[in-house]
Structure formats: C-alpha cells, structure tokens
C-alpha cells in the first residue's frame, strides 16, 4: 500500500508506515488520512504482528501539523482537523499490536503527540531534537514544556522517558533497518504476538479504569489468550523445557 503522504510495506510480520512529505513530514489532514488507512490495514492484516512508524528522509520523524496549511483554513476546518488526528493516534494507541516509533530526526509539536501513541520509542543518536508537553513526564514537567516552549536533546528525552532507546547508526537507513530487526523479535516464532497485543491493551485501556473495571478486563483479556494456540504451544514448551514456536493463533 502506497499513498501520496504515506508509505506502507510489510516484510517478514512487520509493518513499516512511512510519513512522507518532505522536508519536516508536517501532517495535514491529508497525511492523517493515510495514516488512518495505514493503521486500519495493519489491524486486519494478519501477517502484521508488530507495527514500525518512521518519518522520510534524515532530518524529520515529524514536525507536528502542517502551518501553511492551519494559516489557510478556516476555524471550523481547524477544529474538525485536530478531531480526526486525535481520533486518527487514538486509534494507533489503542491497535493491539506492538506499534514501536523510530525517531529519525526532529520530532515536535505533534510529531511527539504521534510518537507518544507508539508503545516503545527508538531515537537515532544526534538525529534531532523532542519537544512537546507529554503525559508520560507528569503534570509538573509538561507544564514546563509547554509554557517554554522548550526542545530537548535525545539523552535528556531519555533521562524524562520520553524514548526508550538512544541507538546510534550511520545514517537513517541503517537506523531503521536495526529497529525493524528489533521488531522481529516480537513476532512468530519468537514470541505470542497474540500477547504482546493484550498486553498493550491491558495496559493502554486498563491505566484508564477504576482498579475494579480494570482487573475485570485483564481477566477477559487472559481468558481470550487461554484459548489460543499459542497460550498451549507456552505450557507445553515449558513443561517440556525446549523453546517455544509461536504461531499467532
């Protein structure tokens, strides 16, 4: 699948979604689209077990929404085009399969909101700066970021967890390259993919809930994953002490 702002290629259980539209990879409602489409073909897809996000070219992941653009419409295309985005992360937030975003460049504005839908974030080392305030550092830290309109270099977006990872690599390329080889760890044979989606379920719905809504919809969750395939192919890997074969089913 192939757009005119996003690309999308599967290859060996991982789907990598492109934001294309250099230099900066802003988002209009356009990109948002794509991206949409992109997400929604990866949730049906079952090849697709683990989902990379990448930004063209070597300075941009994503510089946040387009400013020519926003300059140009009017208030209610405005409001109606932060709703659809908002929808359009949600709904990348909320796909249970792992979703890891690879920071090649710069990423701000709401190219960090986009980031932060990821559940893991690998930055390339000297690649570009983060800035934007995120849940993720609490309420203090984010109220910093916002009013100073501050960017951080990626070893302080490290240390605020921001990103999981700070990779070094020569060049955008051989950066994705090494995070779509880290993303394979996470699909069949070698682990229950199946898993890794609930988990992320578990954890991206569940952190919203009442305590008692939540460990209600951890056991449906678990009561889902014992009746996989693959939640017996584990037992009986384990009881048999030999590695497991994982099949997604």
Known sequence: MQTDL????????VATITLNDPPMNAYTHEMMKDLDAAIVEARFDNEVHVIVL???GEKFFCAGANVRMLSEVDTTYKYYFCLHANETISRLEQTPKLVIGALNGHCVGGGLEIALACDLRIARAGAGKIGLPARLVGKSIAIQMMVEGATYELDRALEMGLVNYVWEADDRDAFL???????????PPNKASLAVGRIKRAVQTGAELPLEYGLAFERELQAELFGSADATEGLAAYVG?????FSAR
């Open 6 to 13: 996003v690309d999308y290629v599967v290859s060996e259980g």
């Open 54 to 56: 990448v930004g063209h």
């Open 177 to 187: 390259a090494r995070v779509q080889e880290y993303a394979r760890q996470f699909t």
């Open 241 to 245: 002490k030999r590695k497991p074969e």
